[in-house]
């Protein structure tokens, strides 16, 4: 959808008389209220200058100012290769991560180990992905957007060449798992520089890129690095990953920028843009800090965003379904070479089967959210509820249910390892769908919070992932693979009444929300 800004002068007639009353101010105030957004201009009563898209009848949220350092006014252009460069960055933790569980045999060998042991290097950097994206986002909602991405991007290039370069468990263990925790930060932070740069319909869509490079990447580290080592060193891959952080590293100093804009304030208080080097360093942020949220109240804003129970009950269902995603991805190599023989170049070509699946599912994704919202807005009087952005979680869950099941009779009964291939690729279809909607979900619910929320729902995905990733390979020994994947199936089937009762009672838990705060 073309996005340019449309004035909408002319008044239009109201269809209902609750919705005669609605002009420009109340639409401002309805961004942070939870009685759902209305998208269509027709269903406004008598209002002011609306600002619509070209199309003339989206309405545009939330509504952008008229200054040019205002993101929402940004060129299209320039919108984009921001979001490119967030979208490289958040590649780069998982795809780092997981490359790990390729070169856990000849770790193991050279450290005198066993693989179990070494994945516990991997464990802790999933782990740590998370906790890096929370601590991320609060410091920049007190020390700004750019100046936070671009110092935990060169923290996170030292550690890779730390790891790349160390001799002994302990020299790799050590930085592997502090980039982890560098790395992560575009990964937490990226519904916030959505919201900073998007207007509320384009937010599925550009949601889903993102979330096509969180999924894509721990598949793409395993694919290189299992080629390289049929003539190179195990070290090799890391000083791979070395390069592209240090690329993405360039690439946020060179066309990054401040995103954060509170359009609250009037512009004669907007704190002045004068140097690019002294935003990308946080200087001009650090002058302009009593104008934000003080440390303190960062600090408080994620506590408090934990705490809502929408926000725990979204992420306790994404949890238990992602979670088996990384621990399928830290330890499906030791299952193959057991299974079927493989060396790493098949491994490599088995990786192709989740990159296909995730691509497949990015371009139908890039049509579904919209077409489904756009669906439930037609049926709803031009209103859009957050809680619709959930329904594509049901089309997901015969893929994610039957992905796993097949996967786990495949590995066992060592059926063709095609089977295996496609019961994979079904699962992991089905988690790209899942991971778009929950993010919509919680962004339009909480659009105020955005990188609070982009935060906790990655780390209910990096914490599930390194509980699994410690108990996989023993858990498949222990009762076999169809038990352990049938398990996880059922787990994945047992947690959808969560959705079921966030669709029903969602939008009264966060009316319930909304004044339990205004109360304190």
């Known amino acids: 959808m073309d996005t340019s800004i449309h004035i909408e002068k002319e008044p239009r007639?109201?269809?209902?008389?609750?919705?005669?009353?609605?002009?420009?101010?109340?639409?401002?105030?309805?961004?942070?209220?939870?009685?759902?957004?209305?998208?269509?201009?027709?269903?406004?009563?008598?209002?002011?200058?609306?600002?619509?898209?070209?199309?003339?009848r989206t309405v545009l949220i939330p509504q952008p100012s008229d200054s040019s350092v205002d993101p929402l006014n940004w060129s299209q252009s320039k919108k984009h290769v921001i979001l490119a460069i967030i979208c490289a960055c958040t590649f780069l933790p998982d795809y780092g991560s997981v490359t790990g569980a390729i070169t856990l045999i000849p770790q193991a060998a050279e450290y005198g180990i066993t693989p179990d042991e070494v994945n516990h290097s991997q464990s802790g950097n999933q782990f740590m992905v998370g906790a890096g994206g929370v601590v991320a986002v609060v410091l920049s909602t007190y020390f700004g957007r750019l100046p936070v991405l671009f110092w935990f991007m060169v923290v996170a290039t030292a550690t890779a060449a730390g790891q790349a370069g160390s001799h002994g468990f302990s020299g790799f263990f050590v930085p592997r798992v502090l980039n982890g925790f560098f790395a992560g930060a575009a990964q937490g932070s990226g519904l916030m520089f959505i919201k900073d740069m998007f207007f509320l319909h384009e937010h599925a869509r550009k949601i889903n890129i993102w979330q096509a490079s969180v999924i894509l990447s721990p598949y793409l580290g395993p694919l290189l690095a299992s080629f390289m080592l049929t003539q190179l060193s195990w070290r090799w891959p890391f000083w791979i990953y070395t390069v592209e952080t240090g690329l993405c590293l360039i690439a946020v100093i060179l066309w990054g920028d401040e995103t954060y804009y509170d359009r609250r304030l009037p512009q004669e208080k907007q704190p002045p843009r004068q140097s690019h080097l002294l935003r990308l360093l946080g200087v001009e942020q650090w002058r302009s800090r009593d104008l934000r949220n003080g440390f303190g109240e960062s600090l408080m804003r994620a506590l408090r965003t934990v705490a809502r129970p929408v926000v725990l009950l979204a992420n306790s269902y994404y949890m238990l379904t992602f979670a088996w995603v990384v621990g399928i991805n830290a330890t499906l190599a030791l299952f193959l070479t057991s299974s079927y023989g493989f060396g790493p170049k098949q491994i490599g070509f088995f990786f192709f089967a989740p990159i296909v699946a995730t691509i497949l599912a990015e371009a139908i994704g890039h049509f579904l959210h919209d077409i489904l919202a756009?669906?439930?807005?037609?049926?709803?009087?031009?209103?859009?509820?957050?809680?619709?952005?959930?329904?594509?979680?049901?089309?997901?869950?015969?893929?994610?249910?039957?992905?796993l099941v097949v996967l786990g009779f495949a590995l066992q009964r060592r059926w063709h390892f095609m089977v295996t291939a496609v019961g994979w690729g079904m699962y992991v279809f089905g988690t790209m769908v899942v991971s778009v909607g929950i993010s919509a979900y919680q962004l339009d619910a909480y659009p105020r919070e955005s990188g609070e929320v982009g935060a906790w729902i990655n780390f209910s995905r990096t914490a599930g992932g390194f509980i699994v990733a410690y108990l996989q390979v023993k858990w498949v020994a222990k009762v076999g693979a169809e038990a352990c994947f049938g398990t996880q199936a059922a787990v994945c089937a047992a947690v959808v009444p969560l959705v079921v009762v966030l669709q029903i009672f969602g939008k009264r838990i966060r009316g319930w929300e909304r004044g339990a705060l205004k109360r304190s």
């Open 13 to 56: 007639l109201a269809t209902a008389s609750a919705e005669a009353e609605v002009n420009l101010q109340d639409l401002e105030s309805r961004y942070d209220e939870s009685d759902g957004y209305i998208l269509d201009v027709d269903h406004l009563g008598p209002h002011q200058s609306i600002k619509t898209a070209r199309d003339g």
């Open 374 to 403: 756009r669906h439930y807005i037609r049926r709803h009087q031009g209103r859009l509820e957050p809680e619709a952005r959930l329904s594509v979680i049901y089309l997901a869950l015969p893929f994610l249910l039957s992905g």
